[in-house]
Nanobody, 122 residues
Framework: HVQLVESGGGLVQPGGSLRLSCAASEFTYSGYCMGWFRQAPGKEREGVATLDRDGTLSYSDSVKGRFTISKDNAKNTLNLQMNSLKPEDTGMYYC?????????????????RGQGTQVTVS
């Protein structure tokens, strides 16, 4: 059973930084496309960034140049470094995984997701 647990959210001022982490259980990253998604109140879920099996990174236009997705193999975690945060980055952030494909990432349509961690920029 795939389990994903996010941490690192919080309240930060505009221009500040946060680092989110996702701990995974019972699977390695080698066969999965891993990603981060977010959902703001009253808005659709949207893809933020993905890390594909071959190391390819993808970012949404709204976060490109400010956010960095990475994995720590020693700790078996997926991370999202968020810099230059804006109020519009506020939302619930989810770690997610999809077996062997990143298809659907822009709409956050991955079958495995964590419970989320709240990020508030204000």
């Amino acid at each position: 059973h795939v389990q994903l647990v996010e941490s690192g959210g919080g309240l930060v001022q505009p221009g500040g930084s946060l680092r989110l982490s996702c701990a995974a259980s019972e699977f390695t990253y080698s066969g999965y496309c891993m990603g981060w998604f977010r959902q703001a109140p009253g808005k659709e879920r949207e893809g933020v960034a993905t890390l594909d099996r071959d190391g390819t990174l993808s970012y949404s236009d709204s976060v490109k140049g400010r956010f960095t997705i990475s994995k720590d193999n020693a700790k078996n975690t997926l991370n999202l470094q968020m810099n230059s945060l804006k109020p519009e980055d506020t939302g619930m952030y989810y770690c997610a995984a999809n077996w062997r494909t990143c298809s659907g990432w822009l709409t956050g349509d991955f079958p495995y997701r964590g419970q989320g961690t709240q990020v508030t920029v204000s």
